[in-house]
């Protein structure tokens, strides 16, 4: 079971999300918090906060809004708040965020990205995701954040290649089965979740990646979901 907490300001979101994760066996919402105003609610999240320390959640779900004025506010509890839940996986929801920003929250323990503009769909699969210890980006994340990855490892060919020289024209070699895996691996599929997916065997998937990173000259499967979003992005 995955114990879920909540901080969000917009209360119909949050009515609307409780209504959704109802229908959910596996997912358990401790506790909510709405904060319209965190100077003025101050003593209320930090209660939250304590209570939550107690209940040990799984994962939580923090605004991306409301973290900017609580760090502004009292940079000090978000710290001890972390370092007392070490094993608690984070999400951050909000409208858009910037490449900077998401790799500095990663370096700093967050797991989740999350946009509003995504829906309660993707944001339960993005929970389950994020619980079981990965990361969840979007597919324009994905590439805004290796993007900047690149600029500061340029000089090391050997580990990933510059996304300028992942040449997407070479998917056309590929077969309508061999995309699919490729698809897959950009959502973060294992190889045993992939032959379930495609009822196919997991030896059959090892021998599509080896056929992919022949055909698509990669070397590893970071690089095939780099090249499959930034082939699915330009078809847009």
């Known amino acids: 079971m995955i114990k879920l907490a909540v901080v969000i300001h917009d209360e119909k979101y949050l009515q609307k999300l409780i209504n959704r994760l109802r229908r959910e066996k596996d997912i ?9 105003d965190i100077k ?36 000090e509890k978000i710290l001890y708040f972390r370092d007392k839940l070490p094993t608690m996986k984070t999400i951050i ?40 210890g990965e990361i969840w980006l979007d597919a324009e994340m994905i590439t805004l ?3 900047e990855v690149f600029k500061k490892f340029r000089q090391r060919r050997d580990v990933i290649q510059p996304l300028t020289e ?10 309508p089965r061999e995309m699919q895996v490729m698809e ?16 196919i065997s997991s030896k059959t998937v090892k021998t599509h990646l080896r056929n992919i990173f022949m055909k698509a000259e990669i070397k590893n499967r970071v690089e095939a ?11 847009h």
């Open 28 to 36: 358990s919402l401790l506790s909510t918090v709405i904060v319209k």
């Open 225 to 235: 979901a780099l090249l499959y979003t930034r082939h699915a992005l330009k078809s």
């Open 166 to 175: 992942l040449d997407s024209a070479k998917l056309d070699t590929l077969s």
């Open 93 to 132: 929801i909000g409208i858009r965020f910037t490449d900077e920003n998401v790799i500095t929250m990663i370096l700093g323990g967050v797991r989740g990205f999350f946009r509003f503009a995504q829906g309660n769909e993707q944001l339960i699969k993005c929970i389950r995701v994020v619980a079981r």
């Open 184 to 199: 897959l691996i950009s959502h973060s599929m294992t190889n045993e979740e992939i032959a379930e997916k495609l009822f």
């Open 145 to 147: 954040v290796f993007e």
């Open 40 to 75: 003025s609610e101050a003593e209320q999240f930090i209660a939250f906060i304590n209570q939550m320390i107690e209940q040990k959640p799984d994962v939580f779900l923090f605004e991306q809004a409301i973290l900017r004025d609580v760090a502004a506010l009292d940079l």
